[in-house]
């Protein structure tokens, strides 16, 4: 069993930047893979980032690339995702989820455990 909360979440202008994080319970961190998603208002969650469990490996979706980068620190267990030039298309509730795997997945189905969830908002 994985507990995941996510902090971070704010409202912030187009071209700031915000730092979430997502602390995770439990003693074997490094052997979950993790991702986050976001889904905001009337539009399905998408993927955001994935990060394989030893943080070797990193995935992005095409909207973020370039602005968004995910990390992770297997001592703290925790994983973050930095995001810069935020734009208001990014305003959604951002979730963190973890798989049990080390190898990371850029679907929903296959996250066994999920965050909360904490609102990012961009202002114009």
């Known amino acids: 069993q994985v507990q995941l909360v996510e902090s971070g979440g704010g409202l912030v202008q187009s071209g700031d930047s915000l730092r979430l994080s997502c602390a995770a319970s439990?003693?074997?961190?490094?052997?979950?893979?993790m991702g986050w998603f976001r889904q905001a208002p009337g539009k399905e969650r998408e993927l955001v980032a994935a990060i394989s469990g030893i943080g070797r490996s990193t995935s992005y979706s095409d909207s973020v690339k370039g602005r968004f980068t995910i990390s992770r620190d297997n001592a703290k267990n925790t994983v973050y995702l930095q995001m810069n030039s935020l734009k208001p298309d990014d305003t959604a509730v951002y979730y963190c989820a973890a798989r049990s795997a080390l190898g990371m997945s850029i679907m929903q189905d296959g996250y066994r455990y999920w965050g909360q969830g904490t609102q990012v908002t961009v202002s114009s």
């Open positions: 439990g003693r074997t961190f490094s052997s979950y893979a």
